[in-house]
Antibody, heavy 121, light 107 residues
């Protein structure tokens, strides 16, 4: 069965960086894009970017363009999201999600369990 | 950026009732690029509807989606106890954005 398993919760100080991993199983890693979405408690989800797991090409939301880096290691079926220059309002749950493309529709069909990142001095 | 506005913010209904949730886009969105997700506390979002009206795998037929242009609707024909949750619409016509959500709570 398809699974996306994320790394554990992190507590970081303002100005630091955080790197969250997303390890997949149950399907061919390089056949699907992976998306990264975050959610501040009590708010709607916010898309951060996506990575083509085959080529490594990335696309970022404008808001995160200068602070986020998405990478992948196909040899271990794992993708990473690194967010730099953390601020207190980056405190959120960070999710990875698999993108299944059906004709022109994008389906975020499987999601990781989420990684809580707390930014606090 | 395409802004998605969901209404109402909260819907208070009883099991067995019909729920109608609205998602309005700030500019026209092709139906192919509109999806709906359900989220329960402490869980990741779950895909319900893609392409405005296609049901994802395993989603019961009491869930249906419709709409075009700037106005989209998610309908739950008869609420089951497990349907009380928060629902989000999402578009990927221009970047990817989500709405602010509609909470369906037990009356």
């Amino acid at each position: 069965q398809v699974q996306l398993v994320q790394s554990g919760a992190e507590v970081k100080k303002p100005g630091a960086s955080v790197k969250v991993s997303c390890t997949t199983s149950g399907y061919t890693f390089t056949a699907y894009y992976l998306e990264w979405v975050r959610q501040v408690p009590g708010q709607g989800p916010e898309w951060m970017g996506s990575i083509n797991t085959f080529s490594g090409d990335t696309k970022y939301a404008e808001k995160f363009q200068v602070r986020v880096t998405l990478t992948r290691d196909a040899s271990i079926n794992t993708a990473y999201m690194e967010l730099s220059r953390l601020k207190s309002d980056d405190t959120a749950v960070y999710y990875c999600a698999r993108r299944y493309q059906l004709m022109s529709s994008w389906l975020f069909d499987y999601w990781g369990q989420g990684t809580l990142v707390i930014v606090s001095s | 950026e395409i802004v998605l506005t969901q209404s109402p913010g909260t819907l208070s209904l009883s099991p067995g009732e019909r729920a109608t949730l609205s998602c309005r886009a700030s500019q026209s969105v092709s139906a192919s690029y509109l999806a709906w997700y359900q989220q329960k506390p402490g869980q990741a979002p779950r895909l319900l509807i893609y392409g405005a009206s296609g049901r994802a795998t395993g989603i019961p037929d009491r869930f249906s989606g419709s709409g075009s242009g700037t106005d989209f609707t998610l309908t739950i024909s008869r609420l089951e106890p497990e349907d009380f949750a928060v629902y989000y619409c999402q578009q990927h016509a221009s970047s990817v954005t989500f709405g602010g959500g509609t909470k369906v709570e037990i009356k």
